[in-house]
């Protein structure tokens, strides 16, 4: 796999915390500590957060601002066009990740399993 696919994973909260990161998920499911981490963090910081239960469980989204943050929330709640390239492509930007990784994500094929590109 391309070390331009998924280049965030395990830094999420870290690199939202100091500004390099507009947007990440963190699922407990995935991440056990760093869901406790940012549950923690989502307590005393004045970036806009959200609990959600997600289709794998439990989810802390937290976000640089607010538009960020409603903008996610429109995405995965308010689209069928999941698991599209234009899906991949909002999701992506929203993510921070560069266009350079967003064509590798999308050149490469995965099979995408999240929650957020399977269909319910």
Do not use: W
């Amino acid at each position: 796999m391309s070390n331009l696919i998924a280049p965030h994973k395990g830094d999420e909260l870290k690199l939202v915390r100091i500004g390099q990161k507009p947007l990440a998920v963190i699922e407990k499911v995935k991440d056990h500590l760093q869901y406790i981490n940012a549950s923690e963090y989502c307590s005393v910081t004045n970036l806009p957060f959200k609990y959600r239960n997600g289709d794998e469980g439990p989810e802390v989204v937290i976000a640089q601002d607010q538009q960020t943050l409603d903008k996610y929330l429109e995405l995965i709640e308010g689209t069928s066009a999941i698991d599209t390239p234009e899906y991949h492509r909002a999701m992506g930007e929203l993510f921070g990740y560069t266009e350079e990784q967003i064509q590798a994500f999308i050149d490469s094929e995965l099979d995408c399993d999240c929650s957020k590109c399977s269909p319910n």
